[in-house]
């Protein structure tokens, strides 16, 4: 909380108002005693001051929960799987409790789950941000409230917020130097909205990487999908009716490299020998597919670790979090079979 704010209460709501303390609790809890319109102002007039409903009163006295909350955009990705794991490890070590969350790739979502947060009072949020993001509006009470705020992976650029993710612009420029090493001249590359730092640093890599072998950038040759299983099947036939099959392709992550790999094998295309192809991330299923998938790694676990012990250290020792403006993590190339042409 912002020095000198202090929590705003149902009795400075019923100030504003001009009404009872005991109506704006009973309006708060859509009591049939208070008028709808009453309760409708009273719930609007409570979200626009910045009011918290607590129903632990403990906390209230001590304004902390020792309840950490974490949003990402789904729980069911293995990578997702690891981070929360880091986060729990150090989270509990410490004494602290999580809400997680999942935002289901929607900003709409995620500013319910933010709003959530906020009235459930926890001392700290971890974000990674949904696909399609593009306000950060819905953060705002946390900002004014000086509640601490940490992006990790996929990031929001806030000056008062830290960012932990890994160099996606040198791994899409690693990943595709490969491919070009491997004697590929057509790189296609499927990614996912640009609006997202991660898909968007993968690409400006990839168009570097092309642009420092002296290969052309050919804006069809990059196709924009949500990176799903199916949206790799999708991308596997536009493939397959370009005039000239690419002879590489680089996948902004592995389960649609998965995906697009089995429809292009079930269509007879071998891999590597007619395209050699790489994804991101080092998915299981990366080492199921056959050929073996070559990969960016980037260890999950350690940037939960990360992101929780900077939260933490900030909550107990008070130390600034602003200092912490970005923290780049390792990532290393995995070079597997599905992308060695040469030997």
Not at 75 to 100: H, P, Q, R
Not at 115 to 138: I, K, W
């Amino acid at each position: 909380m912002a020095d000198g704010e202090k929590e705003t209460t149902i009795y400075d709501i019923a100030a504003k108002l001009n009404i009872s303390a005991a109506t704006v609790s009973r309006g708060l809890k859509n009591n049939s005693r208070i008028s709808k319109e009453t309760r409708k102002l009273i719930h609007k007039t409570a979200e626009e001051m910045g009011y918290r409903s607590n129903s632990f009163a403990s906390n209230l006295r001590k304004k902390q929960s020792n309840v950490i909350g974490v949003i990402v955009p789904r729980l069911n990705s293995n990578f997702m799987s690891d981070v929360i794991a880091g986060i729990e490890k150090v989270v509990n070590e410490n004494n602290y409790n999580l809400i997680i969350s999942q935002s289901l790739e929607t900003m709409k979502k995620e500013a319910s789950n933010v709003q959530a947060m906020f009235y459930n009072r926890v001392d700290g949020l971890l974000v990674s941000v949904a696909y399609d993001t593009d306000s950060f509006d819905h953060f705002e009470p946390f900002i004014k409230r000086n509640i601490p705020l940490i992006f990790f992976d996929r990031v929001l650029d806030h000056d008062t917020c830290p960012q932990i993710y890994i160099d996606n612009y040198k791994a899409g420029q690693e990943i595709t130097t490969h491919l070009i090493n491997q004697g590929c001249k057509k790189i296609a590359h499927i990614t996912g909205n640009q609006l997202r730092n991660v898909y968007s640093d993968r690409f400006h890599g990839y168009k570097r990487a092309l642009e420092d072998n002296k290969l052309v950038f050919d804006k069809d040759l990059v196709i924009v999908t949500d990176l799903s299983a199916q949206a790799g099947i999708d991308a596997a036939q536009q493939l397959m009716e370009m005039a000239e099959l690419p002879d590489g392709l680089f996948v902004a992550n592995d389960i649609c490299a998965v995906a697009c790999m089995q429809t292009l094998k079930k269509h007879g295309i071998k891999i590597p020998h007619d395209i050699a192809v790489a994804g991101f991330n080092n998915d299981p299923t990366s080492c199921v597919i056959e050929p073996n998938l070559t990969t960016i790694n980037y260890k999950g676990f350690e940037m939960g670790e990360t992101a929780a012990r900077l939260m933490v250290n900030h909550l107990l020792n008070k130390h600034d979090i602003q200092e912490t403006h970005s923290l780049v993590l390792r990532s290393e190339l995995i070079i597997r079979e599905s992308s060695l042409r040469n030997g």
